[in-house]
C-alpha cells in the first residue's frame, strides 16, 4: 500500500485533524464542564485511552447545549512515535487506524449513548493548521414547521414547532440589511475580552417541498448565541409581530432588551465548516488571530 504522507510538525509533534458529526441532545455543549456530560468530554476521554495520555482538543466551534454537528472540525497534536504508533504494528495508514479505534473507543465511553458521535475522518493536517483559527466561514441549519405545515414526529428532535404561521419573505426582507461585517452585540451573548464584530455571508429562509422553513446562515465566525438570537427574532418578524426593518434597527443599536429571545436549540446544525488551500492554512491562522484574540467562541 502507499506509504501515508507524515504529519506536519508543530513545534515538535505532529497536528492531526478529526472530522466529527454528533447528536447533540444529550449533550451539555461542546466545550468541557465539571460534572456533565459534553462532546469534547467523552472525545477527550476516548482519545485518552488509545494515547494513554490526556488529550486536549482544539475545535472550530464550541456548540451549545442541544445544538447538533454534521460537519464539526477539531485538531490534536501527537509526537511522531503516537502517530506511529496508532497502527499497532499493522499495516495500515494511520490515520485510518485512529478513525477505527477513536470509534470503537466512543462506543466503550458513551455506552447506551453509543452512536450519538462519530469521527467521519482523522487525517494528517496540513502544515499550519488550526481547526479554530484557519477557517473561512461556518455554515449553520435550522428547520422550523410553522402553524400551517404538516408535522413528522420523525423529524421532532431537530425540527422547531412553531405554533404560528410564518411569513418567509417577510424573514428574508429583514434578514438582507444584516448581511456584511457588523456589529452583532444586539444578537448575541457577550463574553469578556472578545469581540462581537463578524461578517455574516449569508442568512435565508426558504421552504422546501414538505413546507418546512430552512434556514441557512454562514458567517466568518460567530459570536455565543448568536444563530439563535437572530433566528428568535426572524420569528417575531415572520409572525407580523415587528416590521422587516425591526432587526437591522436593533443590529444599528446595540438593544439587548425583553424582546431579545433565543430561539430552541434542538433544530440547530453545525454543517460545515471551510478552510483556505493547504498552502493558506498559516496565513489565515494568523490574520484571524490577530483580529480576534481573544475570540468568542460559537
Known sequence: MDTPSPVPAV????????????DG???SGWALQPGRLTVQGVVEEALAMILRRPVRLTVAGRTDAGVHARGQVAHLDVTPQEWDGIRRGHDVAPQDSLRRRLNGALARV?????????????QPAPAGFD?????????????IADAGTRRDPLRRAVTLWHKHDL???LMNQAARPLLGLQDFKAFAKPRAGSTTVRTLQ?????????GVINVNVQADAFCHNMVRALTGAALRVGEGREDPEWMHRRLLAGVRDAKSVLAAP???????????DDSEMLLRATLTRARRVPAAPL
Request: hydrophobic share 40%; no cysteine.
Open 11 to 22: 513545534h515538535g509533534h505532529l497536528r492531526v485533524r478529526l472530522d466529527l458529526a454528533y
Open 25 to 27: 441532545g444529550p449533550f
Open 110 to 122: 458513551l455506552g447506551e449513548l453509543h452512536g450519538t458521535v462519530e469521527i467521519v475522518a482523522a
Open 131 to 143: 481547526a479554530r483559527f484557519s477557517a473561512l466561514w461556518r455554515r449553520y441549519s435550522y428547520r
Open 167 to 169: 411569513d418567509v419573505e
Open 202 to 210: 449569508r442568512l435565508d429562509y426558504g421552504r422546501g417541498p414538505d
Open 266 to 276: 434542538h433544530p440547530l446544525v453545525l454543517e460545515e465548516v471551510h478552510y483556505p
